[in-house]
């Protein structure tokens, strides 16, 4: 049991419906029409977080906006709530039109070069409300819970009626601006590229197809190049790059309804990887518009982890060393105590000890001999891909920086990439759940452990929380590694704790129906 001065900072918990969840051999497909209703393919989730940091929250980013009006429309930390979606003014209208002469950027800034596709990046703001559409995430009600827990943030949105959850963890690092900036900006912005992805597809000849022979995973990488882990089978698809989104290749009706769903499916990639790309260019402005008076912006900066389940298609794109991992089992049985369970992280480590990414960091730099200092980045961060951190990334915010502060050969940035890891996982019946968490949880748990925990917690407390049960496992361990037991290691004030942990956000989802609860979760 967690002391006061130690309790979790968020615990949170959702059930579905019991006649809306479906097995995943039931969803053999649905169209992405407007108006469709569509069941869930998760019946439920819990999850929690604590803080080691002592971080206090900087409301002044953005004239106060983000922290005074927006965050606090989000956060629910101890239950999930019920919100209508405005019918008139969304998050990034707040924003724009609040703050014409320093935040109009949020809804036109510059593209980067890699936005060459047609969307309008000037055209967020109006395409942004809800009400336009019942496109692919619109809602008239979704049920939210989230807040922050040190320099973490945690979100969690989810719409049972259309069939949709989003999740994002915010690992946050040098302060919690660039979390905060995140969670107050990174789902509209999603939203509003969703909108212009549905005006551009017809939607009337788009099906997409749960085979039940086609579980697995595969990878989408930018080149255009959809990779099938499984059967290592490579193939290309078009149409989504055409400049009519609606046109696929000609063929069988088969081949058509396959090809209509990969191009849709990469479509949502896009369009993450998109939202990510306009969520850094926005926070990066702000940085330069306000480092005279907060130079410290520059160095901010944070890991980021989605997860969007949609249907039987589980999409996650991440920056730095959070991870998804899918806990499944071989025989496709419901989860027993006869079969242990297999864990598959669905996500990429970003650091430098991931030689693959090692390797990039050098490849990138050639001309650079101190790319990597003492196993970080210019001595800075052991991560290799994040979102803000300016001062790796540009000459002119690492000049913001004074002394010890400041880069020394910033020779060739950036050297810290905003380009993540995409992956969409088609939801087999064999899987039973997925573990999203912040590095915090695998500083002490390796995968397998983590989905070993999970499964023995459910199968010894049917009306138990696995994301608190694992955050209390945790603290077990860092407390038996430090000689000291759980009260006294949770009775250190935060900030003096970090040195036994860090900030830990857990989200576990339960996939299909595995009913195993009556509940999701048991708030503190």
């Not at 992405?32 to 929250?57: D, E, K, M, Q």
């Not at 789902?187 to 549905?198: E, G, Q, V, W």
């Not at 989504?240 to 046109?247: A, L, T, W, Y």
């Not at 991560?383 to 920086?401: E, H, I, P, Q, S």
Request: hydrophobic share 35%; charged share 25%.
């Amino acid at each position: 049991m967690l002391s006061p001065e130690g309790e979790l900072k968020i615990s949170f918990g959702y059930k579905c419906n019991g006649n809306r969840g479906i097995p995943c051999e039931v969803a053999s497909g649905y169209k992405i029409l407007p108006g469709v209703h569509r069941t869930s393919s998760f019946s439920c989730l819990s999850g929690a977080a604590l803080s080691a940091n002592a971080t206090l929250a900087n409301t002044n980013i953005c004239n106060g906006k983000i922290g005074e009006e927006i965050l606090p429309s989000w956060d629910s930390p101890n239950s999930f709530r019920k919100v209508t979606s405005s019918p008139s003014l969304t998050k990034l209208d707040i924003l724009s039109s609040s703050l014409p002469n320093s935040l109009s950027y949020l809804s036109c800034s510059p593209s980067t070069a890699s936005d060459i596709l047609e969307y309008d990046s000037c055209t967020l703001k109006s395409m942004s409300d809800p009400s336009r559409s019942e496109g692919f995430l619109n809602a008239k009600e979704v049920q939210v819970a989230g807040g922050a827990a040190g320099e973490d943030r945690v979100q969690a949105v989810c719409s049972e009626e259309n069939g949709w959850l989003f999740c994002a963890i915010y690992d946050g690092f040098n302060g919690r601006d660039a979390a905060d900036f995140l969670a107050g900006t990174l789902y509209d912005t999603i939203i509003s590229y969703f909108n212009k992805l549905i005006e551009e597809l017809e939607l009337g000849s788009i099906e997409a197809y749960n085979d039940g022979d086609l579980g697995g995973s595969l990878q989408y990488n930018l080149d255009d190049s959809l990779i099938y882990h499984e059967d290592q089978s490579l193939s290309r698809f078009k149409g989504i790059n055409d400049s009519n989104h609606g046109c696929f290749a000609k063929g069988s009706s088969s081949t058509k309804s396959e090809t209509s769903r990969d191009s849709f499916s990469h479509g949502v990639l896009d369009i993450l990887q998109r939202a990510i790309s306009q969520a850094e260019n926005d926070f990066l402005y702000m940085v330069e518009q306000e480092m005279e008076e907060r130079p410290d912006l520059v160095s901010i900066g944070s890991c980021v982890l989605l997860v969007l389940l949609h249907g039987n298609d589980l999409y996650t794109l991440n920056l730095g060393d959070s991870r998804a991992v899918l806990a499944t089992c071989s025989t496709g049985e419901r989860m027993n105590k006869s079969e242990r369970l297999k864990a598959i992280q669905l996500t990429d480590n970003h650091t430098v000890e991931n030689e693959v990414e090692r390797t990039r960091l050098l490849a990138d730099h050639p001309d650079d001999p101190k790319i990597i200092i003492a196993g970080k980045v210019k001595g800075k961060l052991k991560v290799t891909r994040a979102f803000g951190v300016g001062y790796l990334k540009k000459k002119n915010l690492n000049d913001a920086l004074m002394g010890i502060l400041r880069v020394r050969n910033l020779t060739s940035p950036p050297y810290i990439s905003t380009q993540p890891s995409l992956n969409v996982h088609r939801i087999s019946n064999s899987d039973q759940f997925v573990i999203v968490g912040s590095d915090g949880l695998f500083d002490f748990f390796s995968n397998d452990e983590a989905v070993k925990l999970v499964e023995s917690h459910i199968l010894r407390n049917p009306l138990g929380d696995p994301a608190k049960f694992l955050i209390e496992q945790l603290v077990a361990r860092a407390a038996d590694s430090a000689g000291l037991s759980m009260e006294e290691l949770m009775n250190i004030p935060a900030g003096r704790r970090r040195k036994y942990h860090d900030d830990v956000t857990v989200i576990v989802i339960m996939l299909g129906m595995n009913q195993r609860t009556s509940k999701a979760s048991t708030c503190i």
